[in-house]
């Protein structure tokens, strides 16, 4: 697969090869660096769920640890630590993989401030479908952080293209791109809370909630604060 440089770092053109190596990559999120990469939704940034990793691509965001960032995982039993409710065991059966992020408790502090809800104790968990994430999640062999690619207040982006122009725009340096090309439109995940007795959408998105209530009736919309 081509491989280039640019300005915000290196990239990988997986346009023409959606299998190429990505051990590279990997060995650089093992080393607490960031990597840009298509998801089911946008493209995202992310890094190893470790301190290092977490500071890294809140540097590129310009985000603080008082907004969480997500994590993807390579399924449910990557992550026993967090206290799987019923609900979320079986929203993660139906819809994983899939646009569905479950908020769960990290009782024992297993996450790391910054993917780790200080206040409410608690770390957002999802799997993704895209085989490009999916597959780097694997071969890191452990939870990969992910936020939205783009400049605060700007729209996410949804080409390769794009987002090598917005790592620039933001001044980023030493980041990987996985470029899979332009993605098809699509909602953001939906963001469900299943530490309560009954599950919370916590964002609508990608999964409407009728659907949710398929699996579980009782799920409902957070109540306006």
Request: hydrophobic letters at 40%; charged letters at 20%.
């Amino acid at each position: 697969a081509g491989r280039s440089m640019t300005a915000a770092g290196r990239s990988i053109d997986l346009r023409e090869d959606p299998t190429a190596d990505l051990s590279e990559v990997v060995t650089h999120l093992r080393a607490g660096g960031v990597v840009a990469y298509p998801t089911e939704t946008v493209y995202g940034i992310g890094g190893a769920c470790t301190p290092e990793g977490v500071a890294a691509v809140q540097s590129v965001k310009g985000r603080t640890a008082d907004k969480p960032l997500l994590a993807l995982v390579p399924g449910a039993a990557a992550v026993p630590e967090l206290v799987w409710s019923d609900s979320a065991r079986e929203f993660a059966s139906i819809f994983w993989p899939g646009s569905v992020t479950l908020v769960l408790a990290d009782p024992d502090a297993t996450f790391p401030t910054g993917v780790r809800d200080p206040r409410a104790g608690t770390v957002g968990v999802r799997v993704t479908p895209h085989p490009i994430a999916a597959r780097l999640v694997a071969e890191l062999g452990a939870p990969l952080t992910s936020t939205s690619l783009n400049v605060p207040g700007e729209p996410p982006v949804t080409s390769g293209g794009e987002a090598r122009e917005i790592l620039e725009r933001l001044g980023a340096s030493d980041v990987w791109l996985l470029d899979a090309g332009t993605l098809p439109p699509s909602p953001p995940s939906t963001v469900v809370d299943c530490t309560g007795d009954t599950p919370v959408v916590l964002r609508p998105g990608a999964v409407p909630i009728d659907r949710l209530r398929c699996a579980i009736p009782e799920t409902h919309e957070r109540r306006p604060d």
